[in-house]
């Protein structure tokens, strides 16, 4: 038995007015697409009530009506910024805490020195402002966001505008030169903190082809608008470059880096065979000295070619062999008169008398 000062749940059931109110309350609410916080504040509604109120939106064209869409921030336009790649090359070795490059994919073991490359996306507003992301080493979700907010421009926010056609020729361009990702986790250093800093590298097939990969590659590159930038220790520059751009800090003045802003010069003649008939006895030494523009080589004058050095079948079948008999014989008969002259020479004097002897002792007297 409940007590006077307990209230005893209601048992009345809402009257129609307040139903009816309670219809009209969502109909309202979802046809102006009120969020999940106003929803939750109106009152429930009966199984019949929520029915009634889906089939009032069903019927009413104008129940859902389009959502109206956002008004645009009151922020600045964005800005077309000039692409331009840049290649980044480096060896590291034990030095640099590197040990070796363990087997994957296309790439073979690797031991002592080991070249990467670093492939970057780099813009520059007009207004100034610079910005640079990683090149995507897969094929796979490569779809880029087509303008990115730049937000270290010590003022305010700017927003860039990406060309994403250029970035994806420069990627194609990327595959033909022959340049393979690496993957990190086979890099074996000797701290594995040294790792944390490379970021996502690449590199050819073997250690060996930079070397061709310098001198064919770089100058077609930079003609279609490479910044190619080589790192301290990089050890593959097969031919020398005429201009350079040092990056220093500033703080310390030590050298970070140089970019390639001029020619490279042109490879040097290679020493090839002279292309005479086999055992014809031509020569040709390169002294690796150039003058005005010219090599000069030690070879045979023009005018006077090496003797040339007849078939064995145009040569006497013993007349080289007498030759030589005869040679070896008459150096043998020298020899040996000078041993007799050394020979006779020890039995006689300093003067070619006598040698001298002690004079035998006189007879003494009986």
Same mark, same amino acid.
């Given at each position: 038995?409940? *007590?006077?000062?307990?209230? #005893?749940?209601?048992?009345? %059931? ?38 009634? +109120? ?22 600045? !336009? ?66 880029? !966001? ?45 701290? %594995? #903190?040294?790792? *944390? ?16 990969? $310098? ?19 990089? !050890?593959?520059?097969? +031919? ?6 040092? $990056? ?11 970019? +390639? ?38 070879? &045979? ?8 050095? %007849?078939?064995? !079948? ?39 008398? &006598? ?12």
């Amino acid at each position: 038995m409940a *007590s006077a000062g307990d209230k #005893a749940p209601s048992s009345k %059931r809402p009257t129609p007015a307040l139903r009816e109110q309670g219809v009209a309350m969502w109909l309202e609410a979802l046809r102006s697409h009120a969020d999940p916080a106003a929803l939750q504040r109106l009152p429930p509604l009966a199984d019949a009530d929520a029915a009634r +109120v889906m089939a009032l939106l069903r019927q009413d064209g104008a129940a859902l009506p389009p959502a109206r869409p956002a008004e645009p921030a009151q922020t600045a !336009a964005a800005e077309p910024g000039q692409f331009r790649p840049r290649l980044t090359l480096q060896t590291l070795g034990r030095g640099d805490g590197l040990l070796g490059l363990q087997p994957h994919g296309k790439l073979g073991p690797r031991s002592g020195s080991v070249t990467l490359a670093r492939i970057d996306w780099t813009y520059r507003t007009p207004s100034g402002a610079a910005w640079q992301t990683p090149a995507p080493t897969t094929v796979l979700n490569s779809r880029p !966001a087509l303008e990115e907010a730049l937000y270290d421009t010590g003022g305010p926010v700017v927003r860039l505008q990406r060309n994403l056609a250029a970035e994806a020729d420069a990627m194609d361009r990327v595959w033909e030169l022959g340049l393979i990702p690496v993957d990190a986790r086979k890099l074996q250093w000797r701290h %594995r #903190a040294a790792a *944390s800093s490379l970021g996502s590298v690449w590199t050819l097939a073997q250690e060996a082809h930079f070397g061709d990969f $310098w001198t064919e590659q770089i100058p077609p590159l930079r003609a279609e608008g490479w910044s190619v930038v080589v790192l301290p220790g990089f !050890a593959h520059e097969s +031919v020398p470059v005429q201009r350079w751009k040092l $990056w220093i800090a500033p703080d310390t003045g030590e050298l970070l880096g140089k970019e +390639v802003d001029g020619p490279l010069s042109e490879r040097q003649r290679s020493v090839q065979k002279p292309m005479l008939p086999e055992r014809d006895g031509a020569w040709l030494l390169s002294l690796g000295i150039e003058i005005d523009g010219e090599a000069l080589d030690l070879a &045979p004058p023009a005018g006077r070619p090496a003797a040339p050095r %007849r078939p064995l !079948a145009q040569r006497p079948a013993d007349g080289g062999h007498r030759r030589h008999r005869h040679h070896l014989a008459a150096r043998t008969r020298r020899q040996t008169h000078r041993r007799a002259r050394r020979a006779a020479q020890s039995h006689r004097g300093g003067d070619g008398g &006598p040698a001298d002897r002690p004079d035998p002792q006189p007879a003494q007297g009986r």
